[in-house]
């Protein structure tokens, strides 16, 4: 078997140093002394990390196309916190795809459509697949290459629509943006894995991962190492395919900004440096002890880290409900339950509207899964958020006497939509002041499941809150109001 050396510095500056200079160590040399040669290679990053403009310190990441400058967040981290409009900043609008259309790309896919489609892939979600090559498909959040990837996986990871899966098959023929139909096949891939019993064909998620195997792609990439390491999907175990998978996955950003003109970059808000990366590296290094001897002194740090990762996100979720951040996020979560409660008791007094809720309830196997509505938790159960939804569908059938309950019910939704949005964007800046401010991998590993969990959080009150003001606007109802409503209940929540 060959023996690969992966370069054993990288993993040093990977802890201390800002992205640019990691990503830049990444492409310097394949194997290096160390010890020896450590000092030239700090020397070398020093000459390779772009100025500052304007003198700025150390860790921005001017002059590298696809990253922000420290702590300076990014359109999908902050682009607007005016009201309801958060709610359209980091998700993807619904398609304005004709039903028949969707249909017919769903189906080019999958076994179903429409709401069949939407309640199996939820449930399937909310109870999600691991095995040893994906212990947990959310670490692939934000490792795409793209922001129209990103935000096409986050938002179906939430809100597993139809519409939004005919985008996603749509965007694999995309032939002007290769880069976003790598992106677009590295979805179905991973979705298809997770949801196999909606799949057309067995093992739909092997054949379309076999196809990317030889395509240079972050997200891929670390599947491979993965894949290679377990031996899942009947891929022959092999550490040193492992090992090279992971090295070409940690080294694509720099062998993109080489380029000359330079086609790709990542997204601004790609973080799988902390969290893919250092988790594939673990399942490996889990798997076989003895390949940490071939990844250079550095690498028990970050084989450290990786391990100790889990412990820092638990650690900072506990911390984070004591934050101003986090406080926003238990008071919207607070406004579900009360949005909740009163929906239910409109609903059931109305006979054409309980019996509609009822109807597609009746069609749903709810999953409680424990997650959220305990007192100080700030993420609301996402089946309660999904009775919220059907909630909005069966108001369209509303009766004028029970509108201006439903209006309130609007409201509620809409103010919980901006406090979780809100308190999404606070961890993003966070994480990515983290990131690339000085903190390096090792500090920002410890926003991502928490950044993660606002985020599916946040688009599932979006998604609410959206389909309450369409059922609104059907009966002619004026939802004006909506956008002061929604943030005075908020900020009464929060005094």
Same mark, same amino acid.
């Given at each position: 078997?060959?023996?690969?050396?992966?370069?054993?510095?990288?993993?040093?500056?990977?802890?201390?140093?800002?992205?640019?200079?990691?990503?830049?160590?990444?492409?310097?040399?394949?194997?290096?002394?160390?010890?020896?040669?450590?000092?030239?290679?700090?020397?070398?990053?020093?000459?390779? +990390?772009?100025?500052?403009?304007?003198?700025?310190?150390?860790?921005?990441?001017?002059? /590298?196309?696809?990253?922000?400058?420290?702590?300076?967040?990014?359109?999908?981290?902050?682009?607007?916190?005016?009201?309801?409009?958060?709610?359209?900043?980091?998700?993807?609008?619904?398609?304005?795809?004709?039903?028949?259309?969707?249909?017919?790309?769903?189906?080019?896919?999958?076994?179903?459509?429409?709401?069949?489609?939407?309640?199996?892939?939820?449930?399937?979600?909310?109870?999600?697949?691991?095995?040893?090559?994906?212990?947990?498909?959310?670490?692939?959040?934000?490792?795409?290459?793209?922001?129209?990837?990103?935000?096409? /996986?986050?938002?179906?990871?939430?809100?597993?629509?139809?519409? +939004?899966?005919?985008?996603?098959?749509?965007?694999?023929?995309?032939?002007?943006?290769?880069?976003?139909?790598?992106?677009?096949?590295?979805?179905?891939?991973?979705?298809?894995?997770?949801?196999?019993?909606?799949?057309?064909?067995?093992?739909?998620?092997?054949?379309?991962?076999?196809?990317?195997?030889?395509?240079?792609?972050?997200?891929?990439?670390?599947?491979?190492?993965?894949?290679?390491?377990?031996?899942?999907?009947?891929?022959?175990?092999?550490?040193?395919?492992?090992?090279?998978?992971?090295?070409?996955?940690?080294?694509?950003?720099?062998?993109?900004?080489?380029?000359?003109?330079?086609?790709?970059?990542?997204?601004?808000?790609?973080?799988?440096?902390?969290?893919?990366?250092?988790?594939?590296?673990?399942?490996?290094?889990?798997?076989?002890?003895?390949?940490?001897?071939?990844?250079?002194?550095?690498?028990?740090?970050?084989?450290?880290?990786?391990?100790?990762?889990?412990?820092?996100?638990?650690?900072?979720?506990?911390? /984070?409900?004591?934050?101003?951040?986090?406080?926003?996020?238990?008071?919207?979560?607070?406004? +579900?339950?009360?949005?909740?409660?009163?929906?239910?008791?409109?609903?059931?007094?109305?006979?054409?509207?309980?019996?509609?809720?009822?109807?597609?309830?009746?069609?749903?196997?709810?999953?409680?899964?424990?997650?959220?509505?305990?007192?100080?938790?700030?993420?609301?159960?996402?089946?309660?958020?999904?009775?919220?939804?059907?909630?909005?569908?069966?108001?369209?059938?509303?009766?004028?006497?029970?509108?201006?309950?439903?209006?309130?019910?609007?409201?509620?939704?809409?103010?919980?939509?901006?406090?979780?949005?809100?308190?999404?964007?606070?961890?993003?800046?966070?994480?990515?002041?983290?990131?690339?401010?000085?903190?390096?991998?090792?500090?920002?590993?410890?926003?991502?499941? +928490?950044?993660?969990?606002?985020?599916?959080?946040?688009?599932?009150?979006?998604?609410?809150?959206?389909?309450?003001?369409?059922?609104?606007?059907?009966?002619?109802?004026?939802?004006?109001?909506?956008?002061?409503?929604?943030?005075?209940?908020?900020?009464?929540?929060?005094?």
């Amino acid at each position: 078997m060959k023996q690969y050396k992966v370069r054993g510095a990288n993993f040093k500056v990977f802890l201390s140093k800002p992205l640019v200079a990691v990503l830049a160590a990444c492409g310097v040399v394949f194997a290096m002394p160390a010890h020896a040669q450590f000092d030239r290679l700090l020397q070398q990053l020093q000459k390779m +990390v772009p100025p500052q403009q304007g003198g700025g310190a150390p860790g921005g990441a001017s002059g /590298f196309p696809g990253f922000p400058a420290a702590g300076g967040g990014s359109q999908r981290a902050g682009r607007s916190d005016q009201g309801l409009n958060i709610c359209n900043v980091h998700m993807v609008a619904t398609s304005n795809r004709q039903a028949s259309e969707i249909d017919r790309l769903v189906l080019s896919q999958f076994r179903v459509s429409g709401e069949e489609f939407f309640n199996e892939a939820f449930n399937s979600l909310s109870r999600p697949r691991r095995s040893d090559a994906i212990p947990n498909l959310q670490m692939f959040s934000g490792s795409l290459e793209t922001q129209r990837g990103n935000a096409l /996986f986050s938002t179906f990871l939430a809100w597993p629509e139809p519409e +939004v899966m005919a985008e996603i098959i749509a965007e694999t023929q995309n032939r002007s943006d290769p880069q976003i139909a790598s992106d677009a096949r590295a979805i179905l891939i991973l979705v298809h894995w997770a949801v196999p019993s909606l799949s057309r064909e067995p093992n739909a998620w092997m054949r379309l991962a076999q196809e990317m195997r030889s395509v240079q792609h972050v997200t891929a990439s670390c599947l491979w190492a993965r894949l290679h390491a377990t031996g899942e999907g009947g891929v022959p175990v092999s550490v040193g395919d492992a090992l090279l998978a992971y090295q070409q996955c940690s080294e694509i950003p720099a062998v993109y900004k080489s380029q000359d003109p330079q086609i790709k970059t990542l997204d601004s808000e790609n973080y799988y440096v902390a969290g893919l990366l250092p988790e594939t590296l673990k399942i490996i290094l889990d798997r076989h002890p003895r390949a940490i001897s071939r990844l250079g002194p550095f690498a028990r740090d970050l084989k450290a880290a990786a391990d100790n990762m889990e412990g820092a996100q638990q650690a900072y979720r506990q911390q /984070f409900v004591s934050t101003p951040a986090g406080r926003t996020a238990a008071a919207a979560t607070q406004l +579900v339950t009360r949005a909740e409660q009163i929906g239910t008791k409109v609903i059931s007094n109305s006979q054409q509207m309980s019996r509609s809720f009822g109807d597609m309830q009746a069609n749903l196997k709810q999953s409680e899964s424990g997650q959220g509505n305990r007192e100080g938790e700030f993420i609301p159960n996402p089946a309660i958020q999904q009775r919220m939804a059907m909630m909005a569908a069966a108001s369209k059938n509303a009766e004028a006497p029970e509108v201006a309950a439903l209006g309130e019910v609007r409201q509620l939704q809409g103010g919980a939509a901006v406090g979780l949005t809100r308190a999404r964007q606070a961890v993003a800046q966070e994480m990515f002041g983290s990131l690339f401010g000085g903190g390096g991998m090792a500090s920002a590993m410890k926003y991502t499941r +928490v950044f993660q969990d606002l985020d599916a959080a946040s688009v599932r009150s979006c998604r609410a809150y959206n389909s309450f003001q369409q059922a609104a606007r059907a009966r002619n109802v004026s939802t004006q109001q909506d956008d002061n409503g929604a943030t005075s209940m908020l900020n009464s929540m929060m005094k």
